[in-house]
């Protein structure tokens, strides 16, 4: 198919995440990818800043990784988990309670993130349930968060990005601290530790993802504030879910972020680069003890069974993905990244519109004063020869590991040169950030980069 074949049948028939009909920019077609280089239809290439997502940690085309994907074609692509089980699953099961923080060896492969943090919640509540504690069937989260795009997930995404006034009446009503501090703050776990005595009787579970809030916003903060709400959590007996879906296999410089903090959740959820970005996986990891209060209650079991659960070859990759990183010298690697990015953004932070400039692990982050202008910033950083994916004031990249030093340098120009068109075609027009207003912190908006915006569009906008 040519490609102007390709993009009108696109403009067409085709859904893009978070988009409509049409599309306000227009999709660039890939044909193939391989290391850390796109190739597009044009026959020109960049390089992925986005590891598609966070996914594809070893790049694209991975010899080890390929082949782990045609031995299992050779046996079977897909066969249902209810009564059977394979290989694939038994030796991903096996490396992942390895990897995974201790007390967590009970494994129930999803087939999305979203729908990882779906059984994650199911789990917390019948735990609960099993237990007699019937009303406990809410979650607590701190707002900025993201976990995915099914009901359940958006119920503890932020409300303001995840447009909960619109869902009012729809969405599971869930308990809202106000977005975590950056620094440790005695007074913020003073607040969470209020919420719970008043509140405890409602709440199953926390949910957050540690130490970096992805597509919610792409905020870091201290990992003990992590460490003090597993104390809280067992301070109240509820359980402590962390969504490690962007975080897990090494992104922050530990293999799960966790791992910072020194703490294990009751409930872990990873996904995306579980497979190194081949094909779509995700887990719910938990412990013998929840899972057996589990198995006592009413319903005799965790009352979920997605049709491709466990699915053969994404186990298989999952698997190899998983060897492949911890062979690797990614404890090495994500450092010097780290250091790299830190070095090629730096200069950014001196740039008028330029609000925050933050690296941890191997990912890099621009806040901008205003929203960015999707078009001029793609268009710029594609002729730089990159791949990002800005969204709301944000140009953001998380490389692969693989990258090598003059990659990541192209990179970090790239990402410079979005951020250059952006300041250079807009101007500012709001003089608020509209998702500040409805987000009360108590932290009050001087530790918050945010609060220096100048420049804020109204309209809400998507990770995508
Ligand atoms: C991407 C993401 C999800 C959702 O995963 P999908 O595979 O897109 O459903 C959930 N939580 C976090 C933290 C994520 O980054």
């Avoid at 409509?20 to 026959?43: H, I, K, M, N, Y």
């Avoid at 589990?294 to 979920?304: D, F, K, Y």
Wanted: charged share 20%; aromatic share 6%; proline share 6%.
């Amino acid at each position: 198919m040519d490609q102007a074949t390709i993009e009108r049948i696109d403009a067409d028939h085709v859904w893009h995440p978070y988009g409509g009909f049409p599309a306000s920019t227009s999709p660039r077609v890939v044909e193939s990818a391989s290391g850390v280089r796109l190739t597009f239809a044009d026959g020109s290439t960049a390089i992925d800043g986005m590891s598609s997502w966070w996914a594809a940690i070893h790049g694209y085309r991975h010899p080890v990784l390929d082949a782990a994907a045609t031995a299992q074609l050779q046996k079977m692509s897909h066969v249902m988990f209810g009564g059977l089980t394979h290989e694939p699953a038994a030796r991903l099961a096996a490396t992942l309670v390895d990897l995974v923080p201790e007390p967590l060896t009970k494994v129930f492969f999803a087939d999305s993130g979203s729908v990882s943090v779906e059984v994650a919640i199911k789990m917390a509540v019948q735990y609960q349930r099993s237990l007699g504690r019937t009303e406990r069937n809410r979650i607590l989260t701190w707002r900025g968060g993201y976990h995915g795009d099914t009901f359940a997930p958006m119920s503890v995404c932020d409300p303001d990005g995840g447009m909960h006034a619109m869902w009012r009446g729809v969405l599971a009503e869930q308990v809202f601290v106000p977005e975590p501090p950056v620094d440790y703050d005695e007074d913020y776990i003073a607040l969470v530790d209020d919420t719970l005595t008043s509140q405890r009787d409602r709440i199953a579970a926390i949910i957050v993802e540690p130490v970096v809030q992805g597509a919610g916003g792409m905020r870091f903060h201290d990992p003990r504030l992590v460490s003090a709400l597993r104390g809280l959590c067992d301070a109240h007996d509820v359980l402590l879910i962390c969504d490690e879906i962007a975080t897990g296999f090494g992104r922050t410089g530990e293999l799960f972020a966790v791992d910072h903090a020194g703490i294990a959740p009751d409930i872990l959820c990873v996904g995306k680069a579980l497979t190194g970005g081949y094909l779509t996986l995700a887990a719910t990891v938990t412990t013998e003890e929840i899972a057996e209060v589990i198995s006592r209650g009413e319903a005799g079991g965790l009352a979920h069974g997605p049709t491709f659960m466990a699915n053969p070859l994404a186990c298989a990759v999952a698997s190899a993905s998983l060897d492949v990183l911890v062979a690797s010298d990614w404890r090495n690697r994500v450092p010097q990244i780290e250091d790299g990015l830190r070095t090629g953004l730096a200069p950014l932070a001196d740039l008028d519109g330029v609000v925050d400039v933050r690296v941890l692990g191997a990912i890099g982050v621009v806040e901008l004063d205003r929203q960015v202008d999707m078009q001029a910033a793609t268009d710029a950083v594609l002729d730089a020869g990159v791949w990002l994916r800005p969204f709301r004031n944000l140009i953001y990249t998380m490389p692969p590991f693989v990258i090598d030093d003059a990659d990541l340098a192209a990179v970090t120009a790239g990402l410079g040169a979005g951020v250059r068109a952006t300041l250079a075609s807009s101007s500012c027009q709001s003089s608020a950030p509209s998702s500040q207003s409805s987000a009360p912190s108590p932290r009050s908006s001087a530790s918050s980069p945010r609060s220096s915006a100048s420049c804020w569009s109204s309209e809400v906008e998507t990770p995508a």
